[in-house]
């Protein structure tokens, strides 16, 4: 228990182990699958995580900002794609990045790719991904918007500073469904349409192209990735609240928990406060029986963080305060000073927050920022 | 327009004008009232800023964690009240602190009580306040549990190094509601509830206990603070827009807003992509009829941002995509690679995320993190 006596204010704890292990999975069925592993680096944000990932034969990432290519490439990963409409305010930083590493930018409009080609015209290149909407509805050429795809890739065939790579999708509507049918369902009908639009591009000649798609519920779940050629998910590696209760991964494949000092507790109304707030877990949620959950709660344990206590989550969260619900039975197995381990809905608005892990076996790793 | 030329990606503009503006007519009002003022320095976090406060008098100030007490003890504020119940596991900093500052601790259990006491026997002492329930439900001892107060109240004068000072609640749940008339009623309400819980322990000889009280919608609103002798909103000095839909304040007055780079455009759905998103401004939101809003739109000015665009506003966030819903009419004000100005659902969120402002005069200020 020596990890948890030093424990005095919320603390990002991760379990090596089972970050691990959530890795060797996906690596070993992105092996078998012979599809092109290209994990998102958003989730942990750290050089030091990223190099469980280099151990494991992983050479390719992804990452959604200009700043984390930048770091990522300071520690030597030399083929990054930054999966988000590139930001044509940071040009200097593109520009720079593209002599340093094989950049890879996504693209979704003629403007974007004009600006890009005549700005990059006397550097060594990039490659283009145009990014797709096969459904999520954030972002991205409509797939079935076969003029548009058209305009943006013939535009990018125009600057010799610009190689067309393929159409690339976020299929976040995954996020929205919950179990293997649904989430694979939605799944192979995003595959479907970016087949769709590469075969309307190929009919203009434009041939050749790849597919890049890959999110963690599909990812994890799907037995076939369908006619790809790149996956990127980024959460398994820590997974969390809404993937577990999207019967995406076990609640034990989750890999980071909140230690939280406990600070009141309210047994009339079965409550207890924790250190822990928004600050720490971001307002981000999954439902429980309707009702947010910022975090479902586990007790501290010689190893790391127990089970879920049935019936236990952060039903509030202000600045500071978590507000936790649990059954009174549990209530006894918690004290005023003690801590509570708290799983996050979201790993990757946590960790953004935290910007630290301590891992179980006491070492303190950084990210990004 | 020099200072947007120079914003690349997404960056917390303050407008100093407006801030002062709001702290002006806040302490101008608690003067007028007699009453104590004693902001509370989580929304804006940073020791600069706090000289301004400190250049218009206030000299007293609520943090809401050790950490925040530490910092700004550091820079010469000696009168802090850490509104937030005493974390027990931080023993080592709260004695520190206590010898360096007039420190306030919030308690609502004997157990932290007792604890306290033990730990600070041989420090010159700290002012206790009990944490009261008055209706918001997160956290405190009921108003109505005479028994509980009581006893609490007693635990404290056991100890020479505590002093008993009074009476502190958030009412929260002013925040829940809209307008003048129900946030005063609400507020009323509490500091009825408050005067009913102090004479509770007169009747036991527990005389001369100050009330606390002061959240942001009600310090703004309501003519009459009633029976109280100190404030502690926080908010105010930025104020977001939550508050602006509750009726709390006029858009104008808000003076943060995070200037986000275009990187879409979706005429189709009368939408735009952002570089802004969910680790930039935070999961919270305000409710715009019934929907979730995580900000508003204004586009930038010489002289700053301008009034929120009508019918715009934020209506998804991922962890860097912020998609704006907006009139047909506005899209062609928009191009990408521009950018827009985003006023906050909750200003207070957004800063401890951007750890940093840009003044509209080009200063950047930074924050505690």
């Excluded at 290209?38 to 151990?55: A, L, V």
């Excluded at 550097?123 to 991904?129: K, S, T, Y």
């Excluded at 976020?170 to 192979?188: P, S």
């Amino acid at each position: 228990m020596d990890l948890f006596s030093k424990i005095i204010k919320p603390t990002l704890l991760l379990d090596r182990d089972k970050a691990v292990r959530n890795l060797d999975r996906m690596l070993s069925k992105a092996d078998t699958q012979k599809i092109r592993f290209r994990p998102h680096f958003k989730t942990h944000q750290s050089t030091e995580i990223g190099e469980w990932f280099r151990s494991a034969g992983v050479n390719a990432i992804t990452v959604s900002s200009v700043e984390m290519a930048q770091y990522f490439a300071a520690a030597g990963w030399d083929d990054i794609t930054i999966a988000f409409p590139a930001n044509l305010r940071q040009m200097d930083e593109i520009r720079t990045l593209s002599r340093q590493v094989k950049l890879s930018l996504l693209v979704e409009s003629v403007e974007a790719v004009e600006k890009l080609g005549n700005e990059l015209a006397a550097e060594p290149g990039v490659d283009i991904w145009i990014k797709v909407d096969a459904g999520a509805g954030r972002t991205g050429v409509g797939w079935d918007a076969a003029a548009e795809l058209k305009q943006v890739a013939e535009a990018v065939e125009r600057f010799s500073g610009l190689r067309l790579r393929g159409l690339l999708t976020h299929a976040g509507h995954t996020y929205k469904v919950r179990g293997k049918t649904e989430i694979c369902r939605t799944y192979h009908e995003s595959v479907d349409r970016m087949n769709a639009a590469r075969r309307s591009l190929a009919d203009h000649g434009l041939v050749n192209l790849e597919i890049s798609v890959g999110d963690t519920p599909a990812s994890t779940l799907c037995d076939d990735p369908g006619e790809v050629d790149e996956i990127r998910p980024g959460n398994f590696i820590f997974y969390d609240v809404q993937q577990y209760l999207a019967g995406v991964c076990r609640a034990e494949d989750i890999a980071v928990a909140l230690a939280c000092p406990v600070v009141a507790k309210h047994p009339e109304r079965s409550e207890i406060v924790v250190y822990g707030g928004a600050i720490h877990l971001s307002k981000d949620y999954a439902l429980v029986d309707g009702v947010p959950a910022y975090g479902l709660v586990c007790l501290p344990e010689n190893t790391g963080w127990g089970a879920p206590l049935p019936g236990a989550f952060v039903r509030g969260l202000s600045q500071e305060h978590g507000v936790i619900r649990l059954r009174p039975d549990d209530l006894d197995k918690i004290q005023i000073g003690g801590l509570v381990c708290v799983l996050p809905a979201h790993s990757c608005l946590t960790v953004q927050l935290m910007r630290s892990y301590l891992t179980l076996e006491g070492q303190r790793i950084h990210t990004l920022n």
